[in-house]
């Protein structure tokens, strides 16, 4: 069974850096393409960032460009969200989402969510 | 970038009755579109992908058809448990967009 478990998340002030984790289990996460999709208060899903399977190819919203950095450790079969320089608007609910196969396939496994909040 | 447009935002139904809700992107996709239900404070989960194949586990009351520019979801028989936001995206390439959603209620 495909478990996503996600942490770091937090209160953080303008400006200031959280790394978010997301711990998988059921399947190997090299074998399969990875995204941290966002959701703030009250509105929609975004994809913020998405690494390849290989590792090789990744993505950036442009509203993060510059200031998140996604990476993975396949030791721990573990991914991660660095994020640098946060603003208010980054507050919402990030999820660690699994591609069904490469990075144009949709998200079939979700995690609960972590909740990112920046505020002073 | 393409844009994902759902309609309605918002819709109200009564159990048992057939809802449909569609999803129109400013550029052809061809068949690269997933749909997902987001129950009131749960996570998001696939219900179609490459627009009208049911993900393992979903309710066969779902379905999906359409291809290029538009789409659309349809719900045969409306129960309870469908109560929740729809959730249109496009994966053929990035950015992987979602449409704004569509928040489905029992009347």
């Known amino acids: 069974e495909v478990q996503l478990l996600e942490s770091g998340g937090g209160l953080v002030q303008p400006g200031g850096s959280l790394r978010l984790s997301c711990a998988a289990s059921g399947f190997t996460l090299t074998n399969y393409a990875m995204s941290w999709v966002r959701q703030a208060p009250g509105k929609g899903l975004e994809c913020v960032s998405a690494?390849?399977?290989?590792?090789?190819?990744?993505y950036y919203a442009d509203s993060v460009k510059g200031r998140f950095t996604i990476s993975r450790d396949s030791s721990k079969n573990t991914l991660y969200l660095q994020m640098n320089s946060l603003r208010a608007e980054d507050t919402a609910v990030y999820y660690c989402?699994?591609?069904?196969?490469?990075?144009?396939?949709?998200?079939?496994?979700w995690g609960q969510g972590t909740l990112v909040t920046v505020s002073s | 970038d393409i844009q994902m447009t759902q309609s309605p935002s918002s819709l109200s139904a009564s159990v048992g009755d057939r809802v449909t809700i569609t999803c129109r992107a400013s550029?052809?996709?061809?068949?690269?579109l997933a749909w997902y239900q987001q129950k009131p404070g749960k996570v998001p989960k696939l219900l179609i992908y490459a627009a009208s194949t049911l993900q393992s586990g979903v309710p066969s009351r779902f379905s999906g058809s359409g291809s290029g520019t538009d789409f659309t979801l349809t719900i045969s028989s409306l129960q309870p448990e469908d109560v929740a936001t729809y959730y249109c995206?496009?994966?053929?390439?990035?950015?992987?967009?979602f449409g704004q959603g569509t928040k489905v209620e029992i009347k």
């Open positions: 550029q052809g996709i061809s068949n690269s």
């Open positions: 690494i390849s399977g290989g590792g090789s190819t990744t």
């Open positions: 989402a699994k591609r069904q196969t490469q990075l144009w396939s949709s998200f079939d496994d």
């Open positions: 995206q496009k994966y053929n390439s990035a950015p992987w967009t």
